[in-house]
Nanobody, 115 residues
Framework: QVQVVESGGDLVQPGGSLRLSCAASGIIFSIYSMGWYRQAPGKQRELVATITSGGSANYADSVKGRFTIARDNAKNTVYLQMNSLKPGDTAVYYC?????????WGQGTQVTVSS
């Protein structure tokens, strides 16, 4: 059974930092592309960052220079380091695992940026 579980969401002040984690099980983690997406209230889900099985990262323009995606294949985990957070980053953050036609999502973790 495939499981994708996010953690690390929290309430943080503007300018603060947060690190999200996503642990996947039931898949050959190392061959999957992993991604972080987010969905704010009343908006569509959008891509935040992705990282390929080879370690190549891609970021949305809105987070470039502030967020960093990384993966640890030994731990079957992908991370999202978020710095210089803004109120506009408030959303539910979802982890995605993708390989060929297989696509798995986690349940999401809430990030709220507010003073």
């Amino acid at each position: 059974q495939v499981q994708v579980v996010e953690s690390g969401g929290d309430l943080v002040q503007p300018g603060g930092s947060l690190r999200l984690s996503c642990a996947a099980s039931g898949i050959i983690f190392s061959i999957y592309s992993m991604g972080w997406y987010r969905q704010a209230p009343g908006k569509q889900r959008e891509l935040v960052a992705t990282i390929t099985s080879g370690g190549s990262a891609n970021y949305a323009d809105s987070v470039k220079g502030r967020f960093t995606i990384a993966r640890d294949n030994a731990k079957n985990t992908v991370y999202l380091q978020m710095n210089s957070l803004k109120p506009g980053d408030t959303a539910v953050y979802y982890c995605n695992a993708q390989w060929l036609y297989e696509n798995y999502w986690g349940q999401g973790t809430q990030v709220t940026v507010s003073s």
